[in-house]
């Protein structure tokens, strides 16, 4: 069964460093998503990603943050300077184009540590 | 905007009883679709479930069913003879704009 992938699994890095994570969606999916998920707090929309551009973005979503499609399979979020709130489970997701209700299907994060 | 309420923090229950987590939800749209995802501690997120608004009609799929009320913009979910592999955070979630809203999620808890 095709699923999302994501690396790293879990990541360390210190205040102010910049961080890249990487995933690779289902290979006929037209939509990805990155969402995060504070420890212990629901999970939270980030960013959409379509036709190799940002469709809608969150509040959260700052300048710090930046997406990218850099070839026809990898989907990366990157973080410029992390900050010790940034320490989350991220998730990356996609859907198929067809249809608005379509399942968004989730990989199984990248859980990154600030200190 | 979409919210999604999940009122249960935590469940706890003994194996084999059954448990029914409760959905509230909100949306000005007329057409959106709801699911259910299950997160188990190893922390992906499982999808289970998805209902569209315009089929209200209940299903059973395995030792889950669900319960879509309109009327009262509720998304029930339950797991019938609950085992401790179903032991998980499970969240409700809305679909609206192309993106999911997220419940707080409800920990359920089986025991042996």
């Known amino acids: 069964e095709p699923e999302v992938t994501q690396t790293p699994s879990h990541q360390v890095t210190q205040m102010g460093q910049e961080v890249i994570l990487r995933c690779v969606p289902i290979s006929n999916h037209l939509y990805f998503y990155w969402y995060r998920q504070i420890l212990g707090q629901k999970v939270e929309f980030l960013v959409s990603?379509?036709?190799?551009?940002?469709?809608?973005k969150s509040e959260i979503f700052d300048d710090q943050f930046s997406v990218e499609r850099p070839d026809g399979s990898n989907f990366t979020l990157k973080i410029r300077s992390t900050k010790l709130e940034d320490s989350a489970m991220y998730f990356c997701?996609?859907?198929?184009?067809?249809?608005?209700?379509?399942?968004?299907?989730f990989g199984e994060g990248s859980w990154l540590t600030v200190v | 905007a979409q919210k999604v309420t999940q009122a249960q923090t935590e469940i706890s229950v003994v194996e084999k009883e059954d448990v029914t987590l409760d959905c509230v939800y909100e949306?000005?749209?007329?057409?959106?679709?709801l699911f259910w995802y299950k997160q188990p501690p190893s922390g992906e997120l499982v999808f289970l479930i998805r209902?569209?608004?315009?089929?209200?009609q209940n299903e059973i799929s395995g030792r889950y069913s669900w319960n879509f009320q309109k009327s009262t913009s509720s998304f029930n979910f339950t797991i019938t003879a609950s085992q401790v592999v179903d032991s998980a955070v499970y969240f409700c979630a809305l679909m609206g704009d192309y993106k999911l809203s997220f419940g707080a999620g409800t920990t359920v808890t089986v025991r042996a």
């Open positions: 997701a996609s859907r198929p184009q067809q249809g608005p209700g379509n399942t968004i299907y």
């Open positions: 990603f379509y036709n190799n551009e940002i469709s809608e």
């Open positions: 949306t000005r749209d007329t057409t959106y679709y």
């Open positions: 209902r569209n608004s315009f089929d209200e």
